[in-house]
């Protein structure tokens, strides 16, 4: 019997994109059937003894990065295989420079046989020269092959994107894809009452570290856990334990996802190309971005009250594991600084106020503003009720005008701002006029008055806009286009105010301003809107008034 010359391994790879191919192909590069081809042609092959097979199921042609493949490579450099067999050279690889490095270079210095059955390709057989040449030409076809499929991936997957489609393998925590369409995201019953829950106390004023506390001591699975327990093989790089907990930042990542509110934001990764793997953040403009998109966890008007909530001061109050009721909302009515809250004890009792932060950081740059914090929830309190129940009564009053006299009110308006913005036109047309006839008599260089003519004509572009803007809405208010009057809400619901809390604040109030001798402003986090409804009613009682007197 004659003694074999090759110990050799059998290498079989199927990639995902091979199994989006039409049937007939499929099934011919399935692994069975590269392993069977593989076996009948060597069946009579007496020089050559199978001694290993390797196999790469779901790995991309487009690299060498594959387990079983470096697996064969350690064993070929051990010495064990000095024979590789594939079906063919597109199984071995479609990266053109790598697979020629192998085979034309790599493997004849290890003294290794390569043998591509249907490309006919065996590099112990020295006496046809044509397949060596051949070769390069293969390999660069099927690199073009696997760029051609990179490329209709990648759109394909883009279309989807901006259709709204899921193409991600893993749900946002809180969601799962639908039983009958996993390209849409429905929510899910437990995650997404925790989800709720946290944009709940974030609004209470609690801290994100006592969220997470709060969510490590009730038993609550993270998000990995929650996965993984749901047969999901998630992988992480923020995993640091064995078993992972909740922590402040996972908290954040959750609060600051706009997925809870029914916004889908896809591609917003990517790799350079097919064969470089490492991600890169694309730019936010080619994102694809979908509004309304799946039933949201919480409202978007939570969701912005949270935003709000998490760009404010957060320190922890250590006694009620929340921030302190004011922070990040008192601030100095004469430099603008924080006021910072300070706490003395005396006689056995404590007492807190809050003090201008810069008196407290500098002596003497400001004036202390000192109140006491009890003084000062009390009178925000009683200035924030006053201020509901005028922009409440105001509403009433604006509402029971009528349509018709509110529609002229607003007609009115946009006629004085057009008004405003031809004036503007008409003077810098006049300025430009004037400035020429300085040009024109020596006055003023060639060089300024290019400048002068370049201010004067971009600030006339800029009024132009703003009555193409002021047409469109009178457009608008003629064809009775409703405005949206639900940030309203928020404050019917608080009508009855009686005690202060920090959920409160943040969805009504940008700022409270400190005065030196004591009084407060409350500014409003939609002053604009509810200045414009107090300026509204006036004017209607002020006409109505004068209807009154005419009569």
Not at 349 to 367: A, E, L, Q, T
Not at 396 to 422: F, L, P, Q, T, W
């Amino acid at each position: 019997m004659q003694k074999s010359k090759y110990n050799a391994a059998v290498y079989v790879r199927l990639s995902k994109e091979d199994g989006d191919l039409d049937g007939v192909k499929a099934e011919s590069n399935s692994i069975s059937n590269q392993k069977s081809l593989i076996m009948n042609f060597l069946k009579d092959k007496n020089d050559i003894e199978v001694v290993s097979t390797f196999e790469d199921d779901g790995y991309s042609g487009s690299n060498f990065d594959r387990p079983a493949f470096q697996d064969m490579m350690d064993e070929v450099k051990e010495g064990r295989i000095n024979c590789i067999v594939v079906k063919d050279l597109s199984r071995f690889g479609r990266e053109y420079i790598d697979s020629g490095r192998y085979i034309e270079r790599l493997f004849p210095a290890l003294g290794v046989r390569f043998i591509a059955i249907n490309d006919g390709y065996d590099s112990a057989d020295t006496s046809d020269q044509s397949s060596e040449i051949v070769i390069p030409f293969k390999n660069l076809m099927n690199d073009a092959y696997c760029r051609d499929i990179s490329v209709k991936i990648r759109s394909h997957l883009e279309v989807k994107r901006q259709n709204g489609e899921y193409v991600g393998s893993f749900c946002p925590y809180g969601y799962r894809k639908d039983k009958d369409n996993h390209s849409v995201i429905v929510p899910d019953d437990f995650a997404a009452h925790v989800v709720r829950d946290i944009f709940a106390w974030i609004k209470e004023g609690r801290s994100l570290d006592t969220i997470s506390r709060k969510l490590n001591e009730q038993g609550v699975p993270s998000p990995m856990e929650y996965k993984n327990g749901n047969g999901q093989r998630f992988r992480t790089s923020f995993k640091t334990h064995e078993q992972t907990r909740w922590y402040p930042v996972a908290v954040r990542r959750i609060a600051t996802n706009p997925v809870y509110m029914g916004v889908l934001i896809q591609g917003r990764y990517t790799t350079p190309n097919h064969k470089i793997k490492q991600t890169v953040l694309k730019d936010s403009d080619k994102w694809a971005v979908v509004p309304n998109n799946h039933k949201p966890i919480v409202s978007e008007r939570d969701f912005m009250v949270v935003q709000k909530a998490l760009s404010m001061d957060t320190r922890t109050d250590p006694k009620h594991d929340g921030v302190y009721m004011l922070s990040g909302f008192a601030v100095c009515a004469d430099c603008g600084n924080s006021m910072t809250r300070r706490v003395i004890r005396a006689n056995g009792r404590c007492y807190s106020y809050y003090v201008c932060s810069s008196n407290k950081k500098k002596k003497g740059c400001c004036s202390p503003h000192r109140i006491r914090e009890d003084a000062l929830l009390e009178r925000v309190t009683s200035v924030l009720k006053e201020m509901i129940g005028t922009l409440l009564d105001a509403d009433e009053i604006v509402k029971s005008a009528g349509e018709e006299r509110n529609h002229r009110y607003d007609m009115d308006v946009c006629m004085e701002r057009i008004k405003e913005n031809e004036d503007e036109i008409n003077r810098y047309n006049k300025l430009l006029v004037e400035v020429f006839e300085d040009y024109r008599e020596g006055v003023v260089d060639r060089d300024d008055f290019r400048i002068i003519k370049e201010s004067f004509e971009e600030k006339k572009k800029l009024a132009e806009k703003a009555i193409l803007v002021l047409q469109d809405e009178m457009q608008n208010i003629s064809d009775r286009i409703n405005t949206d009057d639900s940030w309203l809400d928020a404050f019917r619901e608080n009508k009855n105010i009686s005690e202060l809390n920090r959920a409160i604040l943040i969805e009504l109030v940008q700022r409270v301003m400190v005065h030196e001798d004591g009084g407060i402003e409350v500014v409003l986090d939609c002053e604009d809107r509810y200045q414009e409804i107090i300026e509204r009613a006036e004017k209607i009682i002020s006409a109505s008034e004068e209807e009154r007197r005419v009569v």
